[in-house]
């Protein structure tokens, strides 16, 4: 069984950056695709970003594009989302999710394992 720990979340201000940090646990020489989505207070979760086991397949919700990026680092079990120029509507719980497959989805039901969520608040 694979636990995930997201961190880095916080508060930041409009235009700043932040890069949140997803730790895998168990199951660690298993290859797994990565995703990140959030969840904003009265929405529904939406996906963010996600990347394959090889780092080579990254896909990115509009919202992300030129904004976010998505990496990993295999050898620390480890996936990052760069974020920059951020505004008030990025402000949202950001979970990290993994699969079981290589692969990295776009959609919630894809992945098999979630953190717990990091807060993320972007002031005006």
């Known amino acids: 069984q694979a636990q995930l720990v997201e961190s880095g979340g916080g508060l930041v201000q409009a235009g700043g950056s932040l890069r949140l940090s997803c730790a895998r646990s168990?199951?660690?020489?298993?290859?797994?695709?990565a995703g990140w989505f959030r969840q904003a207070p009265g929405k529904e979760r939406e996906f963010v970003a996600s990347?394959?086991?090889?780092?080579?397949?990254?896909s990115y919700a509009d919202s992300a594009k030129g904004r976010f990026t998505i990496s990993r680092d295999n050898a620390k079990n480890t996936v990052y989302l760069q974020m920059n120029s951020l505004n008030p509507a990025d402000t949202a719980v950001y979970y990290c999710?993994?699969?079981?497959?290589?692969?990295?989805?776009?959609?919630?039901?894809?992945?098999?394992?979630w953190g717990q969520g990091t807060q993320v608040t972007v002031s005006s």
């Open positions: 999710a993994a699969s079981d497959s290589g692969l990295g989805f776009t959609t919630a039901g894809s992945y098999a394992y």
């Open positions: 168990g199951r660690t020489f298993s290859p797994f695709g």
């Open positions: 990347i394959s086991w090889s780092g080579t397949m990254r």
